[in-house]
Nanobody
Framework: QVQVVESGGGWVQPGGSLRLSCVVSGTVFGVYILEWYRQAPGKQRELVASIDTYGTTTYADSVKGRFTTSRDNAKSTLYLQMNRLKPEDSAKYFC???????WGQGTQVTVSS
């Protein structure tokens, strides 16, 4: 059974940074495309970033140039480095393994002064 656990969320002032982590267990981590989503209250869940098995990344326009996703296959861990955070980045962030339809429980990010 695939387990997905996110961590690293918290409160930060606008312009600050956070790094989210996502540990995936119960499967072979290195063979999967991995994705970050976020969902703010009253809004639909949206795709933020993805990374394939070669390390090729894609980003939503709203975070391009500010967020960077990476993976450490040896640690079965996915990362999301978030810089120059804005209040509109506030949301619960989720890690997703599409081919296994496996979601984590999410980690809350709040950006406010």
């Amino acid at each position: 059974q695939v387990q997905v656990v996110e961590s690293g969320g918290g409160w930060v002032q606008p312009g600050g940074s956070l790094r989210l982590s996502c540990v995936v267990s119960g499967t072979v981590f290195g063979v999967y495309i991995l994705e970050w989503y976020r969902q703010a209250p009253g809004k639909q869940r949206e795709l933020v970033a993805s990374i394939d098995t070669y390390g090729t990344t894609t980003y939503a326009d709203s975070v391009k140039g500010r967020f960077t996703t990476s993976r450490d296959n040896a640690k079965s861990t996915l990362y999301l480095q978030m810089n120059r955070l804005k209040p509109e980045d506030s949301a619960k962030y989720f890690c997703y393994v599409p081919t296994r339809n496996a979601w984590g429980q999410g980690t809350q990010v709040t950006v406010s002064s």
